[in-house]
């Protein structure tokens, strides 16, 4: 005897009694009614291994139906019906819609018994059949939900999507104007001076954003560091390091693979026209000034200047022993002098980011565990940073406009793209394939992998940090912009973005790693110097450290390609070969740097939710033990008094 649910129950009733459900469970046929009116039924069982038999059984169905609950549910259901519903707690509910879609479900469930059968009679493996089927099923359904999706858009729907995503669409549409507009003025010839006075908005857009990135770079660190013990900061720290080595040596993995298949330096070196020459840099040096600059020892020189050695000569005197023939026993003495260069202690304009990241996470952390007696501090620092973001969320408006001139600008400054050599057109190419597999296909896969989720969604959310950074070509610049992106768009725990964001816009480059460890063997090919293994292995562990040096600003790439270059005796002159395409490749190669700290954020957020709900839970007692504390504290003045008014009566007494 089927049992029938639905169709005959009472209008009035709202909940199905367990023991008629578990009665249904137990009869060999199980089915929902089609025909009811468009009532909320919510099947409860006393019994959850009924429960899930049901789920099992009728999984499909179910789904269906939860799925044509409306936004506002009816009257019919009531309180805690209705919370379990929008709770997405087991529920079957039954709408207008409703009998459409379970029709096209039970012609397909009739499909599957009927090709099972089939499948039976012939001595086939009704598995690999029912597995297809049910693919087929799940697509359909599918295509049924995304249909119902799009009759249900409203205009406030199509409205609220604007709202929402209205910085978005502006910064889109500017970098299309911007290179529509670009290339439109470019048969104008403009002079040098016509072009900065054109592409003035656009350089007031990145003053703006450069002066919020020192406070911001301070306030967001050491108030992400103070809201983190020791013990989360340190394996959130540990989780960081691991995720910038390993994505940078992917990068520069990638970058040698893609230089050594496509090989767009064969050829000849005559097409190029060298420019200038390159300061020559010793890598020593070059790694000592990383070292120095994290710890500067002036804090407000740090904030305008870092370390540079610089080079100075000098002349020695040497005293050298002279024989005069081999017959005379005497020696005479000639001194003779010479020039050394040596190096001397010199700074170069730019925010030292390495030196001031360091004090702020040690700063940080010290406050997190002066408990009470940091709470000043700490509060001081979460109102600026709170100050600097909401300085961001007007700065964004602007922001379309400024890319939009920085972008038209640049490319009426470019030079002829016609007269790019054939070699520099490859090196481009492979510049750019490089990037796109890392960023679109490395990365993303990295995010799928390890937490589960659909990357692309998170990184729709990014996509004015990428766009600004694509515009400014500078990831320090785009830092306030993808603090917001991050936070607001993506909601990824504050905690983690004022730890993991500013380290990463100051040490995490996988974009310039990449391209620096490719720009070096592109430069060899066209030197036609063969690279062995082990230059190979230098040029990969040379790009991976020089781009944690390298700044966080436009072109820095080329000042530590030299490190690179000398370290396997390649010719530093050759990287005014690359100049004339550096300004676009640094865009590209920026935005990549900002798309893997953002997905990095991302990551670590996922893989320290144990340690951030533990703080919350620990920051939770501590409020409550603190409210306890201050109530005694509070009595202890009055205790004081009182002693202090008893004297005179014991005084009468005696």
Not at 241 to 247: L, Q, S
Not at 288 to 297: A, Q
Request: charged share 20%; aromatic share 8%; hydrophobic share 45%.
């Amino acid at each position: 005897m089927p049992c029938f649910v639905g169709e005959k129950a009472p209008r009035s009733q709202s909940r199905i009694p367990a023991d008629m459900l578990n009665g249904c469970l137990s009869s060999p046929s199980f089915t929902l009614g089609l025909e009811s009116p468009p009532l909320y039924w919510l099947l409860k069982a006393a019994s959850p291994p009924r429960l899930s038999t049901l789920y099992q059984q009728h999984s499909q169905v179910l789904l269906l139906l939860q799925l044509s609950l409306p936004a506002s549910p009816s009257e019919e259901v009531e309180g805690v019906e209705k919370d379990l519903l929008r709770s997405g707690s087991f529920g079957v509910t039954l709408s207008s819609r409703a009998p459409l879609i379970l029709r096209e479900e039970a012609r397909g469930n009739a499909n599957v018994h009927k090709t099972a059968a089939m499948t039976k009679s012939n001595g086939e493996n009704p598995r690999s059949r029912s597995r297809v089927q049910r693919i087929r099923e799940g697509i359909h359904l599918r295509s049924l939900k995304a249909k119902k999706k799009v009759e249900d858009i409203t205009k406030d729907d199509v409205k609220t999507f604007l709202k929402k995503n209205a910085f978005v669409l502006f910064t889109v549409g500017a970098v299309v104007v911007g290179i529509m507009l670009g290339f439109a003025l470019r048969p104008y010839k403009m002079s040098y001076r016509e072009v900065k006075y054109f592409s003035f908005p656009g350089e007031l857009l990145m003053r703006m954003l450069q002066m919020l990135v020192l406070p911001l770079l301070v306030s967001s660190l050491i108030t992400g560091m103070a809201a983190l013990d020791s013990r989360a900061s340190g394996k959130m720290g540990m989780r960081a390091v691991i995720y910038y080595m390993t994505t940078t040596f992917i990068a520069v993995f990638i970058g040698i693979i893609m230089v050594l298949i496509i090989h767009p330096g064969k050829g000849s070196k005559d097409e190029f026209t060298q420019q200038q020459k390159i300061e020559q840099v010793s890598p020593a040096d070059a790694f000592l000034d990383l070292i120095r600059n994290m710890f500067p020892p002036n804090l407000v020189q740090a904030c305008t200047q870092q370390f540079k050695t610089q080079y100075g000569k000098r002349v020695i005197n040497v005293k050298v022993i002279v024989n005069e023939s081999i017959f005379n026993l005497t020696n005479a003495t000639q001194e003779i002098s010479r020039e050394e260069i040596i190096p001397i202690s010199g700074t170069t304009s730019g925010v030292n980011a390495l030196g001031l990241v360091v004090f702020s996470m040690c700063f940080g952390l010290i406050i997190g565990n002066m408990k009470e007696e940091g709470q000043a501090l700490r509060d001081f620092f979460d109102s600026l940073n709170e100050a600097i973001m909401r300085l961001v969320a007007i700065i964004m408006w602007y922001a379309p406009i400024g890319i939009l001139f920085l972008i038209a600008g640049k490319i009426v400054e470019m030079d002829d793209i016609t007269a790019m050599g054939g070699q520099l057109g490859m090196y481009t190419v492979t510049v750019i394939i490089g990037l796109l597999i890392h960023g679109m296909v490395v990365l993303p896969t990295l995010y799928f992998v390890l937490t589960r989720k659909n990357p692309f969604i998170f990184i729709t959310g990014l996509l004015q940090a990428l766009i600004t950074a694509l515009g400014t070509s500078s990831s320090s610049a785009t830092l306030p912009i993808t603090f917001k992106c991050l936070e607001e768009n993506n909601k990824v725990d504050k905690r983690v973005t004022r730890f993991v964001l500013p380290v990463g816009a100051t040490i995490n480059m996988d974009g310039t790693a990449l391209y620096e460890a490719l720009a070096a063997i592109f430069i060899a090919q066209v030197n036609n110097m063969d690279m062995n293994f082990g230059q190979i292995i230098t040029i990969s562990i040379t790009a991976t450290a020089a781009s944690i040096g390298a700044a966080g600003i436009p072109q820095a790439g080329l000042v530590t390609m030299v490190i690179v270059l000398t370290s396997v005796g390649l010719p530093t002159d050759d990287i005014t070969l690359i100049i004339a395409v550096d300004w676009f490749l640094d865009r590209l190669r920026t935005t990549t740097n900002v798309l893997g700290d953002s997905i990095g954020a991302g990551i670590i957020e996922f893989l320290s939710k144990d340690e951030l709900q533990n703080g919350d839970v620990e920051m939770g007692n501590s409020v409550v033990e603190e409210n306890e504390v201050k109530k005694p504290y509070q009595m202890i003045p009055q205790e004081n008094e009182y002693e202090n008014e008893k004297p005179p009566d014991s005084e009468t007494k005696m």
